[in-house]
């Protein structure tokens, strides 16, 4: 008898302890997203973007529009030392806990964290990690713990690129789905990543690949193929630490096309879209909704935006009438409206913009097109105390146009 009781006691405790850990994540149930006291669960959100994935439009650059060109025309004005100090304080700097404090002050309810592998892993020697990545995923969540406001990561640029465009900082083409190597150094990372945040409920999940595919490639549909077989890969990889997470999977062609998804093959995945510039319109959705209401899966706007005040207004009013939580572009960036913070553009940045978007095929130009040490130190001095929190500008219409504060 005390034996039946034992083992009654033992039961007991393994089912409380085991529903105490599925009720403490955010999951999903059905279409919806569900908050750890399991009521359903919109989310209202922004992207981070620009901290962790550096984009050259955000600094009002072009033709040197990704990370590692941008990171080329700071080591050719400085050297690499000084690159590398220039990187960590601009990371120290972008993005602090007062951003985050400030965020959640506004009812917005999480954020959307890009990042770019090459702060966790190094590219040509992908069995060398770094850091530094882990470093900065490991403030964000903090911060945001403390807030309580949740986190998404998302692999913004992943090794051999999942886009071939500046986004993904590539190298010009979605190698990922032809290179093992880079393959299998995204599923690993995802691994890494899962063993190590399994227990962070602030944590809602891992997008696991931002806009791959771009749909200029003639053999897109080949590779279309290719993507969710790579998805199952990431998510087996991730399941064998982590059964709590929700997994988000894009779409292929910039997050837009659904038809390479299958039936869905994890108890707790997401999908997620992308739409810009676009009418905000019924029409212009429905395609998601349909695949929601066929596979009965949460839908997530994962990015939108870039666009006037009136325009966010519309199409946030849109996705809310049809409960499909959402995620505008972007919290911050140079000298611009769209978005909810700006800082400044320097007259010495304007002469950055310059040399490097001129001609520097060869070292002569290098030498004599570069401005002065003078202007170098101070634009970027300058920039690095510009995007701090406290010397950026709030745009209200931004705010308002998300229907928060």
């Known amino acids: 008898m005390k034996k039946f009781f034992y083992c009654l006691v033992v039961l007991l405790l393994t089912v409380t302890n085991n529903f105490a850990q599925s009720k403490s994540f955010v999951k999903t149930s059905g279409k919806n997203f569900v908050d750890t006291d399991g009521n359903v669960l919109i989310l209202k959100g922004i992207n981070i973007g620009n901290w962790l994935n550096p984009e050259g439009y955000m600094f009002h650059l072009e033709n040197t529009s990704s990370f590692r060109l941008i990171d080329n025309v700071i080591k050719e004005l400085t050297g690499t030392d000084d690159a590398v100090k220039f990187w960590q304080t601009f990371r120290d700097n972008y993005i602090t806990k007062e951003d985050i404090h400030f965020i959640k002050s506004t009812g917005l309810n999480h954020i959307r964290l890009p990042f770019n592998f090459k702060l966790f892993v190094v590219e040509d020697y992908p069995e060398v990690y770094l850091e530094e990545g882990f470093k900065r995923l490991d403030d964000a969540i903090k911060w945001c713990r403390e807030e309580n406001l949740y986190v998404i990561l998302d692999m913004h640029a992943a090794p051999g690129g999942q886009t071939g465009d500046n ?14 190597r880079a393959a299998q150094t995204a599923v690993d990372l995802w691994r890494k990543l899962a063993e190590r945040y399994k227990d962070e409920t602030i944590v809602i999940g891992y997008d696991l690949l931002n806009e791959p595919i771009a749909h200029f490639f003639e053999n897109k549909e080949e590779l279309n193929a290719k993507l969710e077989p790579l998805y199952k890969r990431m998510t087996n990889a991730i399941r064998e630490a982590d059964k709590n997470h929700i997994v988000f999977l894009g779409g292929a062609q910039w997050n837009t096309n659904y038809k390479v998804f299958g039936e869905p093959f994890d108890k707790n995945l997401a999908y997620t879209f992308h739409r810009y510039w676009m009418p ?6 429905q395609e998601h909704i349909d695949f929601r209401d066929k596979y009965n899966v949460p839908q997530y706007l994962g990015e939108s935006g870039e666009n006037e005040d009136e325009w966010i207004d519309a199409f946030r009013k849109l996705l809310e009438k049809n409960e499909i939580s959402w995620c505008f572009w972007p919290y911050k960036k140079m000298d611009s409206t769209r978005g909810i913070a700006s800082f400044i553009k320097t007259k010495e940045w304007e002469e950055i913009i310059k040399y490097a978007e001129g001609s520097r095929k060869n070292y002569d130009e290098v030498r004599k097109n570069k401005p002065s040490r003078e202007v170098v130190n101070k634009a970027l001095s300058d920039l690095l105390e510009n995007i701090k929190f406290k010397n950026c500008t709030i745009n209200g219409g931004y705010l308002k146009a998300l229907g928060v504060q």
């Open 280 to 285: 905000p319109e019924q029409d212009q959705i």
């Open 167 to 180: 986004i993904d900082d590539s190298w010009g083409y979605p190698y990922i789905f032809e290179n093992e």
